[in-house]
């Protein structure tokens, strides 16, 4: 079984590097500022132009496409490290209620197609220049969602990740991730639906590792984008042979990927995915659960607390 690791291209300058420890600071107002966009400048004379952003200890997070992007106030010009400081003295107080960032462990939606998603997960900090990121990803933006007092990246690195190759302990790495966040690690070989949506139900995503191809998953986030337009979309019956024939599952020359699972569908028999940072097809698709029963094969459940 090859995991696959590789990321997609990043040209977005505001990607975080990789280091191993993360940036602690206290919050000292959290707010979110709407203008004209502004032209933003890094330390190195580069820029990008963006309307919504706030300062949040010693970061500046910046609101694109509806996501937050955290980028240290030591990245940017003197003149924006500045002008960023300035906008929180002449601010002074609390934003508006509209404003406040939700808390990070929200319950998951309820949707009337039938859904059950945990919304508004956060982007893990970025290197375009790692390909080795994906088996971390997921635990990050847990790490960050949850808001866990632990520094997990900084743990990979004590426990030999090394961003060049992917023949690590990815599964000791886990189960050091429960004593590192103090919270309970969970795994199972076996997908099981009714275990699945207790977490979801508990605003809690599930880990998955499962086999994988791009022609597979890329089929996947197609048909996720059809529901979009017509609600009576569905998948091929799991009952197809044909269709049966498409799923991956484990062999010897089989590839793999890390997944999050962040919600279900019981009405439809299907299940909701995120990979992090691969863009917006893959923010969130789906699977029938019966392919998840055939080409899951690692499913972690990490408590919040």
């Known amino acids: 079984m090859k995991h696959f690791h590789s990321m997609p291209p990043c040209v977005f300058w505001l990607a975080i590097p990789l280091r191993s420890s993360c940036v602690v600071a206290a919050v000292l107002i959290s707010f979110v500022i709407t203008a004209d966009a502004r032209s933003w400048k890094d330390a190195t004379g580069r820029t990008i132009e963006v309307d919504q952003w706030r300062v949040e200890g010693e970061n500046v997070v910046f609101v694109i496409n509806g996501k937050d992007v955290e980028v240290p106030l030591t990245k940017l010009s003197a003149e924006d490290q500045a002008f960023a400081k300035k906008g929180v003295v002449e601010q002074g107080k609390p934003p508006p209620a509209a404003s406040v960032k939700k808390p990070a462990a929200d319950q ?3 949707l009337p197609n039938g859904d059950v998603v945990i919304q508004n997960l956060p982007a893990p900090p970025l ?13 990050l933006v847990l790490e960050k969602y949850y808001q866990w007092p632990s520094d997990l990246l900084n743990l990979a690195f004590k ?20 004593k590192e966040a103090r919270t309970k690690v969970r795994f199972t070989g076996k ?16 880990l998955v590792w499962r ?10 986030a197609a048909f996720a984008k059809e529901l979009q337009s017509n609600p009576d979309a569905e998948l091929p019956s799991a009952r197809d042979p044909a269709e049966r024939a498409k799923w991956l599952v484990e062999h010897d020359n089989s590839s793999a990927i890390t997944s999050l699972i962040i919600g279900y569908n019981r009405r439809r028999g ?4 995120r990979i992090p940072f691969w863009g917006a097809d893959y923010e969130s ?3 029938r659960t019966e392919e998840m029963t055939a080409s899951g094969y690692g499913f972690w459940f990490f408590d919040r607390k």
């Open 285 to 287: 698709f789906r699977m």
């Open 159 to 178: 426990m030999k990740w090394d961003p060049e190759r992917t023949d690590w302990d990815q599964a000791g790495f886990y189960n050091a991730v429960g």
């Open 191 to 206: 997908f099981d639906l009714d275990d699945l949506a207790r977490e979801i139900n508990k605003g809690q995503p599930v």
């Open 127 to 139: 290197d375009p220049e790692v390909a080795n990121y994906l088996p971390l990803s997921c635990v």
């Open 108 to 110: 998951p939606v309820k």
């Open 270 to 273: 299907e299940v909701l995915l």
């Open 211 to 220: 086999c994988w191809s791009t022609a597979r998953d890329e089929k996947l």
